[in-house]
């Protein structure tokens, strides 16, 4: 039988499109096509807009979806998971799919993100797999209709067939899937907290739903890599080390690339030492039977939450006159990894180099050496010095940043996490993201787009729980710390991409509050191992209720030992000015060209301008920046990803910018290139949201006037 799968069909020349998430199955995010280059591409101009009409603003929605677009089709997500089918030609909707129509009522999805769809085809069969909350949906490509033979009459919950499952478990299908014959492959986003679930990665017949095959990510008993955790029975209780990103793959060799993030807890590895295989590590699964090809770890033993970021760009690179098919994998740290497609070698060297072993915190055991390659150049850059602070703010403003620099713990990205503060620099979002690389392979180049912002890392005791029962007030103060803390600050005022909770009942009601506890909705995770009477514990203290403060603490969920960590940290907070600017001096965001050929970096801009300081005689600083990069035959790179709201194209060569367009709302995502009846289309996702900027609801397609 005939597998049409990812890469679809050969297209026509009148229609060619963007069949895959990130374009292909090599995640390179590269179109052959040329229509729109260097010299008309300043003429673009909005060809069509298609609004969802279901942003949720006060909750900041987003949209984080590269479409697809198969036979003049395109399929993408909505703010609120709706998945739709749109004319790719004009922007009108075809058929909308509605998850919430499958769900019990009053169900909150969890998590309003998704990074795209998969498509699969054999023969007239077509059909859509996406992700909302826990659930993969299967649509019929054509109708929007659920297909009734998959899994539970349309859909699979990713909670079922992991082994140790526990329905209370976050799990989230946040990035498609990736197909291989007839097997849908699939990770998850999964907490970051003690409680996590496993970060394994499946494998699923396309047709029914059934699992076809499993990796463990922590190794169980017997299998390879079992015996880089000390602990023995590590495997049934430490969760993370998930694929969150997507995939790439190599289909005609079968091989599957998964990058892993970090173990649970993210910042203290006392109850999980070792290096801890597999988390870190790019892995290369055998894509029919799920069975390790190689392995490669990028970080031993993490305690900085470095998960790596986005699939790796399957490359080819010429060394001494020869071609080497290559992953480039890059990271938050802000190196980039090149490695043999088929053996996992590194072709630049990489020296295991020591790093600071000592730890303020019972137990931990810092991983004495990590590898560090030679080649390519760092991205970013990764010190934070006297001489780095912000120009362009006050001398007192300069002052403070001085004294609280010298206050904190600094000189190395690897200094374990303590009760003194340390700087994480590159920041926990990056260096590179989620938005992934564009690889060349007319030039040999590929485009990276980081973040360079610097973050505040401390960890405090945790508190424990009395012996004697306890009220709301305190119970509620304590268990915040314990499973709040970290987002929300110790001030709940937030921090980073996360909301202050401060006067949350003027937004919120109680019965409100509790469902977000336990369901969860995008960067927060459900909650529902914490007992209810413990969720209205954490209501009463959040809101300030008095009078619910007063209540007894009479049914607490029982707690496991092996969860229960000594050390909470205390927020993802980021080291900003007085003004409220990054203490860093610009660059805060960059896009920058490395030539893998070399390892050398071709050329870096500043990539997205500062409002604030835009009218005050100031460089181009660029900003933070999420979504990715596409690259064409017609010499242009464009990317979107700012909190400026536009899109841009420069010219691929030499980072000249040739046009900019501004969107209805920013564009956290990354773009598709398709060509349909001749024209060429370029169409962003501008759901916003994110960084503090209003969110959007729309999808806009750009091309060339008719002449």
């Known amino acids: 039988m005939l597998f049409i799968s990812g890469e ?32 008309n591409v300043s003429q673009l101009q909005v060809a069509w807009i298609h609004h969802t009409e279901d942003a949720d603003v006060k909750g900041s929605s987003q949209i984080q979806c590269n479409p697809v677009i198969v036979d003049g089709i395109l399929y993408g997500v909505t703010p609120r998971l709706r998945l739709i089918a749109l004319d790719a030609e004009t922007g009108k909707q075809k058929w909308l799919f509605n998850p919430e129509n499958y769900l019990p009522p009053n169900t909150n999805l969890g998590v309003n993100n998704s990074r795209g769809v998969t498509y699969w085809q054999s023969g007239n069969d077509k059909r859509i797999l996406y ?27 990713l909670h079922d067939d992991l082994e140790l499952s526990n329905k209370t478990w976050y799990i989230a299908g946040t990035s498609p899937g990736i197909i291989y014959k007839d097997l849908y492959i699939v990770g998850g986003r999964v907490n970051e907290s003690a409680n996590a679930a496993p ?34 029975d590590a495997w ?14 190599d289909e005609k060799r079968g091989i599957l690339y998964a990058p892993t993030g970090s173990a649970s807890f993210d910042f203290y590895g006392g109850k999980r030492l070792g290096s801890g295989l597999f988390a870190n590590t790019l892995l290369a699964l055998d894509a029919a039977t799920g ?68 730890s303020e915190l019972d137990g931990e055991k810092p991983w004495p050496t990590q590898p560090i390659p030679t080649l390519p150049q760092p991205y970013v850059r990764q010190s934070f010095t006297d001489n780095d602070i912000n120009p362009y703010i006050s001398e007192q403003s300069k002052a403070e940043v001085l004294s609280r620099l010298k206050g904190y713990r600094n000189g190395s990205m690897f200094l374990p996490p303590g ?3 340390s700087v994480i620099f590159p920041g926990f979002d990056g260096g590179a993201e989620w938005g992934g690389p564009a690889y060349d392979p007319q030039t040999g180049l590929i485009y990276i787009n ?115 960590l000594p050390y909470e940290m205390t927020g993802y907070n980021k080291f900003l000015t007085s003004e409220g600017l990054p203490a860093i001096s610009p660059p805060w965001g960059t896009l920058n060209a490395i030539n893998l050929n070399t390892g050398k970096i071709a050329w870096k801009i500043p990539l997205g301008e500062e409002e604030r300081l835009k009218d005050k005689n100031v460089p181009i600083t660029g900003t933070e920046n999420y979504g990715g990069p596409v690259v064409t035959a017609g010499g242009l790179v464009f990317i979107a990803a700012t909190k400026d709201a536009k899109i841009r ?6 980072g000249k910018q040739l046009w900019e367009a501004k969107l209805p709302a920013a564009g956290f995502a990354t773009p598709s290139v398709y060509l349909l009846n001749g024209k060429q289309y370029l169409v962003i996702a501008c759901g916003g949201g994110k960084l503090g900027v209003p969110s959007g609801d729309a999808y806009v397609a750009f091309a060339l006037p008719v002449k």
């Open 8 to 39: 679809i069909k050969a297209q026509t020349d009148q229609n060619t499109g963007w069949p895959v998430y990130g374009g292909s199955k090599k995640s390179i995010r590269y179109s052959s096509l040329k229509q729109v280059n260097t010299s």
């Open 131 to 157: 992700g909302a909350g826990s659930n993969i949906y299967e649509v019929n490509a054509e109708t929007g209709e659920l297909e009734k033979d998959f899994g539970k009459g349309g859909w699979i919950d």
């Open 199 to 232: 970060g394994s990665i499946r494998a699923f017949d396309v047709r029914t739903g059934k699992r076809r095959w499993i990796f463990h990510t922590v190794p169980h008993p017997g299998e390879y890599g079992y015996d880089t955790w000390e602990d023995k």
């Open 236 to 249: 049934k209780h430490i969760g993370g080390a998930n694929c969150w990103t997507g995939f790439s793959m």
């Open 291 to 358: 069975k390790l090809k190689w392995h490669y770890q990028v970080i031993h033993h993490d305690m900085w939450d470095k998960d790596l970021p986005a699939a790796p760009a399957l490359v080819t690179i010429k060394r001494k006159g020869k071609a080497i098919d290559a992953v480039a994998q890059p990271t938050k740290h802000g190196f980039l990894f090149i490695l043999d497609r088929v053996t996992g070698i590194p072709l630049y060297p990489v020296h295991e180099k020591p790093v600071p072993t000592v």
């Open 419 to 421: 009760k003194i503060p």
């Open 450 to 564: 980081a973040n360079e912002m610097p973050w505040i890392l401390t960890m405090v005791d945790a508190v424990k729980p009395p012996d004697k029962i306890e009220t709301f007030a305190a119970a509620g103060e304590r268990l915040f710390a314990k499973n709040c803390m970290a987002c929300h600050g110790q001030d709940r005022k937030g921090s980073g991409n996360y909301p202050s909770l401060i006067n949350i009942e003027k937004k919120y009601n109680k019965d409100q509050i509790l469902t977000l506890l336990e369901t969860g909705r995008r960067m927060m995770p459900s909650f529902k191992d914490v007992s209810l009477q413990e969720r209205e514990a954490i209501v009463a203290f959040i809101t300030g209720d008095e009078k619910e403060g007063q209540r007894k603490l009479t049914s607490p969920a029982p707690l496991d030992p092996y969860l229960d």
């Open 649 to 654: 194209a420069f010219d691929k060569w030499n």
